[in-house]
């Protein structure tokens, strides 16, 4: 310890130490200290509409730069919105630290105005809750900061108030950078997986959220290679298994091919490789995996056979003289082409689509002209709806990191926040985010915030004036699908109103070029398109 500091200045100095440059958050009277001490320290302030984006920006940025990312809320009102945000993270497997603001103990014991049970509140949606004062405040954030980051990863929520960060403290002497410290690792057990395939005739691979890491998602390809076994991937695995890998046979989601089901219903062998039970929108069905995991744990949303190992070396190992005969190319293929007949042999339905649709681009011919016009490494972050599952079955990717999804929660209003989180960190390069119309209005502030941080931002609003999904859902169960339609804002109107660039694309001629050029713009852009809800009815699985 040196000299005098306080609290939330050592907060501050232990996040600049850490390498954060930028908290996202909206404050309110018990975290304005806060916020003057992390300005101080260099760490930017950027200013949102609700809390729960907040959160859904240190998400993204989170796993980009495969690090904690912070955000921050005050007391009651503004931690009770959050915790949409922070369960986001918990169900996803991001660190994502939230400074939240507290009342002080002697407050908090006589006070009812605003005053919400914080650490009850956030429990269930974190893995590590706690109040902070002077007398705890140096262990506190870096037990924090290792929670979050140890597996599986999720985030952190610490509460401090306005007293209590104003209290002196001795200036903690940080470590610069942290430097990772190695797990102890279990033993590559790659002669268990090798004696196992060489028993089976039809295995698979299934790749989830674990994959995300770039040693683990070599030594698949690896031993997909060397066994010749179709891949299926989870969508948090999107982009770890390249679109072009030919053993990519397709996503498990809530839709796929038929063809995909029966390619996990049919093998005598399913070797999982970083699943989790949060990777499945429904529950496996299929039979019981072999399950490599890093660490030990039981998954009731998820029972395999478990194999606690170094994941990536026992794939290596197992990839080694393997015997090409899992027929994998041929199965992955049979699969990707059954999903576009899927799609293309259906016929047109003849049900009504909502009353304000003004009719528009198929949505395969919409996400085909998009992904002709979006770069390869451009991060592209999704939303949900009808048109997350069409993305995550048919959007292409070829890099890590490429691809952002909420998936164990799956809440809307995650694209436009998380592209901005995700352009902070990519710097220069344009980001994507694809969002249905509903998602987009739940979230409409947070274009106020696009525009004022200037970040490179193409918006792409996908207008079909329904929440598709659930109207698809109520249809199927014949329910009436009319309460989830509503009406057709002009998007282009709004976006212009807060500063931004906006244009509308009619057809599917224009969509493309439209995109190219808002992709070349140095700062925020939306496109509005009409989207034919109609034609996810064709969609299968
Ligand atoms: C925060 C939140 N509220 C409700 C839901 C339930 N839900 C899932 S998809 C969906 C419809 C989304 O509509 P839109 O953004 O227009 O996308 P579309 O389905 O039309 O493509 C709803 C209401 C949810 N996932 N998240
Ligand atoms: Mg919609």
Redesign the pocket.
């Known amino acids: 310890m040196g000299s005098e500091s306080t609290v939330a200045r050592e907060t501050a100095r232990f996040l600049a130490s850490r390498g954060i440059e930028r908290v996202y958050g909206l404050p309110g009277g018990e975290v304005t200290h806060l916020i003057e001490a992390l300005e101080d320290e260099g760490i930017a302030f950027v200013l949102t509409h609700h809390e729960t984006f907040a959160a859904h920006m240190a998400d993204a940025e989170a796993q980009l730069a495969d690090r904690p990312a912070v955000c921050l809320c005050t007391v009651g009102p503004g931690a009770t919105n959050i915790v ?1 945000g922070i369960a986001n993270s918990m169900l996803d497997r991001t660190p994502v630290l939230l400074l939240m603001g507290e009342f002080n103990d002697a407050d908090r014991a006589e006070w009812t105005h605003m005053n919400v049970d914080l650490l009850e509140l956030f429990r269930p949606v974190s893995k590590l809750v706690e109040r902070m004062y002077a007398s705890n405040c140096a262990d506190l954030l870096e037990r924090a900061w290792d929670t979050a980051t140890a597996p599986m990863m999720g985030p952190v929520c610490v509460a401090l108030s306005s007293s209590d960060a104003q209290a002196e403290v001795g200036e903690t002497d940080w470590p610069a950078a942290e430097v990772a410290e190695e797990e102890e690792r279990v033993e590559a057990a790659g002669d268990v997986l090798r004696e196992r395939l060489e028993q089976a005739e039809r295995p698979a691979l299934v790749a989830g959220i674990g994959v995300r890491d770039a040693a683990i998602s070599q030594g698949l390809a690896e031993l997909a290679e060397a066994w010749d076994i179709p891949i299926v991937i989870t969508p948090k695995a999107k982009g770890w298994v390249s679109s072009e890998n030919p053993r990519l046979a397709g996503v498990y989601a809530s839709y796929g091919s038929a063809k995909l089901q029966t390619l996990l219903k049919d093998a005598d062998l399913v070797v999982g490789v970083g699943l989790d039970g949060t990777d499945f929108i429904r529950p496996w069905r299929y039979g019981e995996v072999l399950d490599l995991a890093e660490i030990a744990r039981e998954d009731s949303a998820f029972p395999a056979e478990r194999l606690v190992t170094d994941v990536a070396a026992t794939l290596r190992d197992a990839a080694v003289d393997g015997t090409p005969a899992g027929n994998g190319v041929d199965r992955a293929a049979e699969c990707r082409r059954a999903a576009w007949q899927d799609v293309e042999a259906k016929p047109e339905s003849d049900l009504a689509p909502p009353a304000s649709s003004r009719g528009g681009i198929q949505p395969h011919a919409a996400i085909e002209s998009i992904r002709g016009a979006v770069g390869r490494k451009t991060v592209v972050v999704c ?5 997350k599952l069409a993305l995550c079955q048919y959007w292409e990717t070829f890099a890590p990191n490429t691809f952002l999804v909420s998936n164990g929660l ?4 995650y694209a436009l926040p998380g592209a901005i989180g995700a352009s902070h960190h990519v710097g220069d390069e344009p980001v994507v985010a694809l ?5 987009l209005l739940m979230c409409l502030g947070e274009l106020d915030t696009l525009a004022r941080t200037g970040r490179r931002v193409v918006v792409m609003v ?1 207008v ?1 004036t ?5 109207r698809l859902k109520s249809e199927s169960d014949n329910l009436r699908g009319s309460p989830n339609d509503f009406g057709t804002p002009d998007f282009v109107a709004i976006a212009t109103g807060v500063g931004m660039n906006a244009v509308r694309a009619v057809a599917e001629s224009d969509l493309a070029a439209k995109v190219e050029e808002c992709l070349m713009l140095d700062g925020p852009s939306l496109i509005e398109f009409p989207l034919d809800y109609r034609g996810y009815r064709r969609m299968g699985g």
């Open positions: 949409n939303d949900v709806g009808m048109l799956s809440t809307m209003g969002v249905g119309d509903g998602g996908a079909d329904t929440l598709s999904l659930i």
